[in-house]
Each structure stands twice: as structure tokens, then as C-alpha cells.
């Protein structure tokens, strides 16, 4: 039997308890009744919250996803390398090398850079062996200046180098940095008897 909505009885108010519709779906009622204020109120900020996130999100530089953080801390980090770099380079000559060499902690820290990632090429005993040239003998290819030797170090075998046996040395400057590098020729300048150690 169907209902004359006109000969319903008035609503009822929120007041008297939840307020429910008059039609049934599978036995089932709504509600029918104002959301409270305070349902409002949370609802309405976070249409507000999105709206200003949205928009800081996507027009400004203020927000980050991880990768953008993540490249940013990197590119500082190599902002630092460079310019420890070029502080470095700065007081590096070939006075300061040579001091280096005859300073026993510096050439100890230089033989253990050495041992980790020159001697496999360069041998223990700085003859060279089937890849490096000796660091020993009185050839150098690029000048045998301390500081010849550091740049040669630093920046590897020069593009238009023919090499050793058609082998070039690698760039060591990112794997060592600098002061490794100043480190490693000061212990290769302690060793070698025929670097150039005038002024
Ligand atoms: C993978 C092998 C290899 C490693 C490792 C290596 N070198 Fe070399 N190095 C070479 C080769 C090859 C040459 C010759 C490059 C050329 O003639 O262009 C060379 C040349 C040099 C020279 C110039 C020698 C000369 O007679 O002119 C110096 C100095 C040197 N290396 C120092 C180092 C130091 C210091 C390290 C460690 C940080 C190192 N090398 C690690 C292969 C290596």
C-alpha cells in the first residue's frame, strides 16, 4: 500500500532523534537530517586545506617530492666537493707537496690511499708493472713536478694522451678528492727518487 505524502504527519525536528525519510528501499530507511556542525566544519577545512596544498604544491619550489630532495642534497654535495676543491687547489703547490712528503703522517695516510687503489697498476714497490707506468724511473710522461703529478692524479691521463701500452689512467678526482690525491702524491714524492724537486 502506497503513502499520500499529503496525509503524512508533519516532520519531525532533529530535536525528537534521528529524522528518517518516509520511503523504504528493501527495508531499508535514510536519514534525513542536517550534518552536525562540527562534521561541517572538518569537511570544509579540508576543501580549504586541499585547495591551498594544491596550489602551494604545484606553482612553488616550497614543496619537494623525495627525488627533488634527494637531487638537491646531491647537488650540494657536489657544490662542497667543488669547492673543496678549489680551496684546496688554492694553497696546493708544489712547495706544500714537497713539505708533505718528508711530514711521516701525511705520507703514511698518502701509502694507505696507495695500497687501496694504486697498487694493483703501480705495484708495491712503484715499478710499475703490467698496466702503470714505474713511479720510479726517471721517464715522466706528463712533467715530474709534484704538482704535475697531482693534476695528472686529479684529472687522469689527458683526452689526446696515447698512454702507456695504449692504457690511460682514470680521473681520480671524484674517487679521492683532492686532499686524498695531494695525500697520495706527497707519499709517491717521498718514494720516488727522481721528482722534480726544484723550486
Ligand atoms: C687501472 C690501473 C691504474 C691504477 C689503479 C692507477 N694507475 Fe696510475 N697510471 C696508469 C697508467 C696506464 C698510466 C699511464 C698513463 C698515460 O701514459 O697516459 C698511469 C700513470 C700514472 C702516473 C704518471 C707516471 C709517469 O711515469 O708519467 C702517476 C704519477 C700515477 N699513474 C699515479 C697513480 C696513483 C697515485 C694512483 C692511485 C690513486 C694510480 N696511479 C692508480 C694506470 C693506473
Known amino acids: 500500500m502506497s503513502q499520500d505524502p499529503n496525509t503524512t504527519t508533519p516532520k ?14 528493501d527495508g531499508i530507511q535514510e536519514f534525513d537530517q542536517k550534518l552536525p556542525n562540527w562534521w561541517l566544519f572538518t569537511f570544509y577545512i579540508a576543501i580549504v586545506f586541499f585547495v591551498g596544498y594544491w596550489v602551494v604544491y604545484y606553482s612553488t619550489d616550497s614543496m619537494q617530492t623525495p627525488t627533488q630532495n634527494i637531487d638537491a642534497k646531491m647537488a650540494a654535495i657536489e657544490g662542497k666537493k667543488k669547492q673543496e676543491l678549489v680551496a684546496m687547489m688554492d694553497k696546493l703547490d708544489d712547495t706544500v707537496l714537497l713539505e708533505w712528503s718528508t711530514n711521516q703522517s701525511i705520507t703514511d695516510e698518502g701509502k694507505a690511499v696507495y695500497e ?3 697498487i694493483a697498476c703501480h705495484s ?3 715499478n710499475g708493472g703490467v698496466i702503470g707506468r714505474s713511479l720510479i724511473d726517471e721517464h715522466w710522461e706528463y712533467g715530474g ?7 695528472l ?9 696515447k698512454g702507456f701500452n695504449g692504457q690511460k689512467m682514470q680521473a681520480w678526482k671524484d ?13 709517491v714524492a ?4 727522481h721528482v722534480d724537486k726544484t723550486k
Open 12 to 25: 519531525p525536528s532533529v530535536k525528537d532523534g534521528p529524522v528518517l525519510r518516509d520511503h523504504v528501499f
Open 175 to 187: 674517487v679521492l678528492g683532492p686532499e686524498k690525491s695531494a695525500k697520495v702524491v706527497a707519499y
Open 116 to 118: 687501496q687503489y694504486c
Open 145 to 151: 713536478k709534484p704538482m704535475d703529478l697531482f693534476h
Open 153 to 161: 692524479v686529479l684529472n687522469g691521463s689527458p683526452s689526446d694522451a
Open 124 to 126: 708495491p714497490g712503484l
Open 190 to 193: 717521498s718514494k720516488a727518487p
